[in-house]
């Protein structure tokens, strides 16, 4: 099965601040049709998860740009602008390339 | 609009089979793959299985012995049963569209005696 490494597992920040996520996976993320099936989820408290990102770069329906993803191959991030409140949970990298998809172990991010 | 609703007992005893059902709607079975997601308690995301739009079906290789997804796309639902349920069972069963868009509210399942 193909490892999904999520870090930092934690971050706490500021309303306004700016963070990074990154999700490293043990193989290469590229489909044979071209696509890499990189994605994110986030998962706030009590709630479903909700896609936030699709392959790789690909805003989910409603998220607000201040969500970013960027990335290839096997090396993902998912930056996230300005802060707001709303914005805390737990965020999984999830990779769909490969059966079984994977999930990274998640970061929670807090709000200070 | 596209939902996804589970639906399944909240207690199974263990060594006893779970059996949830997954009724969806604002979209086609035969359209779109529906995929099973649990979650252990506080912990993170696990991929079970998933009941594609033809009809096939894949699973975890570590959970392939003890689970089945079937369908009844009059009713447009997904089922999933898996046997032999130990602690470690208990969690919030997902199941959701393959493209990830859309989730149900979970279904909470504790295996205890």
């Known amino acids: 099965d193909v490892v999904m490494t999520q870090t930092p597992p934690s971050l706490s920040v500021a309303i306004g601040q700016s963070v990074s996520i990154s999700c490293k996976s043990s193989?290469?993320?590229?489909?044979?049709?071209?696509?890499?099936?990189l994605h994110w989820l986030l998962q706030s408290p009590g709630q479903s998860p909700k896609l936030l990102i699709y392959?790789?770069?690909n805003l989910g329906s409603g998220v607000p740009d201040r969500f970013s993803g960027t990335g290839s191959q096997k090396d993902f991030t998912l930056k996230i602008s300005r802060v707001e409140a709303e914005d805390l949970g737990v965020y999984y990298c999830v990779q769909a390339t490969h059966f079984p998809l994977t999930f990274g172990s998640g970061t929670k991010l807090e709000i200070k | 609009q596209v939902q996804l609703t589970e639906s399944g007992p909240g207690l199974v005893h263990p060594s006893e089979t779970l059996s949830l059902t997954c009724t969806v709607s604002g979209f086609s079975l035969t359209g779109y793959s529906v995929y099973w997601v649990r979650q252990p308690s506080g912990k993170g995301l696990e991929w079970m299985g998933r009941?594609?739009?033809?009809?096939?079906?894949s699973y975890n290789s570590a959970l392939k012995s003890r689970l089945s997804i079937s369908r009844d796309t009059s009713k447009n639902q997904v089922f999933l049963k898996m046997n032999s349920l130990q602690t470690d069972d208990t969690g919030t069963y997902y199941c959701?569209?393959?493209?990830?868009?859309?989730w149900g509210q979970g279904a909470s399942v504790t295996v205890s005696s």
């Open positions: 193989q290469s993320l590229v489909y044979s049709d071209g696509k890499t099936y």
């Open positions: 392959q790789v770069s």
């Open positions: 959701t569209r393959d493209r990830g868009d859309a």
């Open positions: 009941m594609r739009y033809n009809g096939d079906t």
